[in-house]
C-alpha cells in the first residue's frame, strides 16, 4: 500500500474530503513538503525488561524529525504488533487514513496531537462495521435470510465453501486476471470505445454494454484488482471485497463504480465461467488442469456435490449475487 506518489506527495484519496479512505482525515496533505523520519523497527535487546520500558519519543529516535518533521511507522510488519500499535500510539502517533501505517507530527498544535486514541479509526473494526451493516441488516438478519448449507466434512469455510470450490473460484479468477491484460491496449484515456470492439477475455461480456464501452484504461485495471482479490479471498462478503479493493486502488475503484458499474457484475463473472467451465458444464477444465491434480478435481471426494448446479447457485447467494440472470451481456 502506498501513501505517496513519486513525487513524495500524499495520493490524493488520503486527501480527499469525500473519500471513506482518509480515516480520520487529520492526516493527509499535512505529510507533503516536510522531512520524514520512517522507522523501520524498534528493538530493546534486554528481554527482562523488554515489557517494562518507558514508552518515549527517544526511544522511537523523534529528536531527528526537528520541529516541523513527520515521522512514520508501519507495527504490522513486526511479530508483535498489538505492543508496538499501542506503543507509537501513547507517543502521538496516529494513522493516516484506513492504513497500517501510523505517522506522528512534531508540530505540537497540529490536529493529529489533539486526537484521542479512542478517535484513531482502526480499518479491521471500520471493515467490519461495513459487513454489518451490509443492506442495512447486522449479521445475524443477513445469516437468518441465506439458505442454510449443510456441511458434514468439517472443511468448508463458514459451512458453504469447499476447499475443492475455493481452489476452483481463485483459479479461475487467475485466469481473468492475467487474461485481462491482452485487452488493456484497447482503452485509451477519457476515450469511450465502440459498439463493435471485440475483447479476448470473457470478463467483459459481463459488464453491461452501456457501462462497457464507457471504461478507460484506468477501470479497466479495477476488473484486474477485482479478480485477484477474489482470487485471494473467495468467501470475503462483497462490501468487504469493495473496502479492500478501494485501498489497493483508491482510484480505479471510485472511477469504475462512478460509471455505474457494481462489483456483483466482477463476482458473477467468476463465478458463472466457472461453473461453465466445470466437468457438469462445457468441461474445458481439463484444458487448464492435468494428471492427478484433474483427477483430485473431478473424480476426487465431494466433486459431484461441488460440481451441481445447485451449489454454484449456493454460492452465488453467499457472495451477494442477487438471484434472477446477470451476465453474458453479449448478445443484449
Given amino acids: 500500500m502506498a501513501l505517496f506518489d513519486a513525487r513524495g506527495k500524499a495520493l490524493p484519496w488520503l486527501c480527499s474530503r469525500r473519500s471513506e479512505a482518509r480515516g480520520s482525515g487529520c492526516l493527509g496533505k ?3 513538503g516536510s522531512l520524514a523520519l520512517y522507522i523501520k523497527d524498534v528493538r530493546v535487546k534486554d528481554e527482562k525488561t523488554r515489557y517494562r520500558f518507558t514508552a518515549s519519543q527517544e526511544t522511537l529516535g523523534l529528536a531527528h524529525v526537528g520541529k516541523d518533521g513527520d515521522a512514520l511507522c ?4 513486526t511479530q508483535e504488533p498489538p505492543n508496538l500499535v499501542n506503543f507509537v500510539r501513547k507517543n502521538g502517533f496516529r494513522r493516516p487514513g ?22 484513531d479509526p482502526d480499518p479491521d473494526t471500520v471493515s467490519n462495521n461495513k459487513c454489518s451493516s451490509a443492506n442495512n441488516m447486522d449479521k445475524d438478519s443477513i445469516a437468518a435470510q441465506q439458505p442454510k ?3 458434514t466434512c468439517g472443511e468448508r469455510t463458514q459451512g458453504w465453501l469447499s476447499p475443492r470450490m475455493r481452489f476452483r473460484l481463485s483459479t479461475q479468477a487467475s485466469l481473468h486476471r492475467d ?7 484497447l482503452f485509451k484515456e477519457s476515450r469511450t470505445l465502440s459498439a463493435s470492439t471485440n475483447f479476448l477475455d470473457a470478463a467483459f461480456d459481463y459488464l453491461p454494454p452501456s ?3 464507457q471504461i478507460s484504461s484506468t477501470p479497466s485495471s479495477t476488473l484486474s484488482t477485482r479478480s485477484s482479490l477474489k482470487r485471494k479471498s473467495p468467501s470475503l462478503p462483497t462490501s468487504c471485497l469493495l473496502s479492500i479493493a478501494h485501498a489497493e486502488n483508491p482510484n480505479a475503484i471510485e472511477l469504475f463504480l462512478a460509471k455505474g458499474h457494481k462489483v456483483e457484475h466482477v463476482l458473477d463473472c467468476v463465478v458463472d465461467t466457472a461453473r461453465e467451465e466445470c466437468p457438469l458444464g462445457e468441461g474445458s477444465l481439463g484444458e487448464v488442469f492435468c494428471g492427478e491434480e484433474f483427477d483430485e478435481m ?4 465431494g466433486a459431484a456435490v461441488d460440481w451441481d448446479g445447485p451449489r454454484f447457485e449456493s454460492v452465488r447467494r453467499m457472495l451477494g449475487i442477487a438471484g434472477g440472470k446477470w451476465g453474458p451481456y453479449i448478445n443484449a
Avoid: M
Wanted: glycine share 4%; proline share 7%; hydrophobic share 40%.
Fill in 98 to 119: 484506513l492504513t497500517p501505517f501510523f505517522a506522528y507530527s512534531a508540530n505540537s498544535t497540529h490536529a493529529s496531537r489533539k486526537l484521542v486514541i479512542a478517535s
Fill in 149 to 151: 448449507v449443510e456441511c
Fill in 30 to 32: 499535512e505529510l507533503n
Fill in 298 to 301: 473431478v473424480d476426487g471426494p
Fill in 74 to 77: 508501519r507495527p504490522d510488519a
Fill in 179 to 185: 487474461a485481462i491484460g491482452q485487452d488493456l491496449y
Fill in 211 to 213: 457501462l462497457t464501452r
